[in-house]
């Protein structure tokens, strides 16, 4: 079981939007804003589409944006491209204890 | 451009050892943490362990299913990460990315990734 919670699975036709949600506690998500995502095709290794929170790493379209409110963080894709149709990974800072977070991860299907 | 290229996976018994490079290039190595991360076959990412940058100590952290097993080591003349595993259990079977941080004394995010090792542990 993840440290952090994704829905298993989303999905959404060309053109629309869909928003993964995250969900943490107060030790994680909630206490800092080092929440960041992955984006990973089959077979490839993951790569960085938002970090601390909202930011978008040079070269990262401006369809993904991302927001945290209390526990929960939260990424948008907006205009869905067939390209967008791989597993999103949610990751956090836990403290010094447990340091780092990952949720079980998401996979998008564009219809 | 950063690149970083792991090696020394394959497949290993249970309880026998095994040590993954990560040999980074594209960027001033020393002046970064590493972060490794797992993923088992079929399931999701896995943090394994950090180690910060000489300027803040070059220690370590580790993921609980690791810790005492596992060491995070850095030789930054040669801009290399190990990754040190011992008394390896078939739950250790996944494929292993190296990762440079954007943090410093903590991780803040991962923003380079290599393209894996995978390591099999099987009898």
């Known amino acids: 079981q993840s440290a952090l919670t994704q829905p298993a699975s989303v999905s959404g036709s060309p053109g629309q939007s869909i928003t993964i949600s995250c969900t943490g506690t107060?030790?994680?998500?909630?206490?800092?804003?080092?929440v960041s995502w992955y984006q990973q095709h089959p077979g490839k290794a993951p790569k960085l589409m938002i970090y601390e929170v909202s930011k978008r790493p040079s070269g990262v379209s401006n369809r993904f944006s991302a927001s945290k409110s209390g526990n929960t963080a939260s990424l948008t894709i907006s205009g869905l491209q067939a390209d967008d149709e791989a597993d999103y990974y949610c990751?956090?800072?836990?403290?010094?204890?447990?340091?780092?977070?990952f949720g079980g991860g998401t996979k998008l299907t564009v219809l | 451009e950063v690149q970083l290229v792991e090696s020394g996976g394959g497949l290993v018994q249970p309880g026998r050892s095994l040590r993954l490079s990560c040999t980074a290039s594209g960027f001033t190595f020393g002046d970064y943490p590493m972060s490794w991360v797992r993923q088992p076959p079929g399931k999701g990412l896995e943090w394994v362990g950090f180690i910060r940058s000489k300027p803040y100590g070059g220690t370590t952290e580790y993921a609980a299913s690791v810790k005492g097993r596992f060491t995070i080591s850095r030789d930054d003349s040669k801009s290399i990460a190990y990754l040190q595993m011992n008394s390896l259990k078939t739950e250790d079977t996944a494929v292993y990315y190296c990762?440079?941080?954007?943090?410093?004394?903590?991780?803040?995010?991962?923003?380079?990734w290599g393209q894996g090792t995978l390591v099999t542990v099987s009898s």
């Open positions: 990751c956090s800072y836990a403290g010094s204890s447990t340091f780092v977070v």
């Open positions: 107060s030790s994680d998500v909630g206490s800092y804003n080092l």
């Open positions: 990762t440079r941080d954007n943090g410093g004394s903590y991780s803040r995010y991962f923003d380079s």
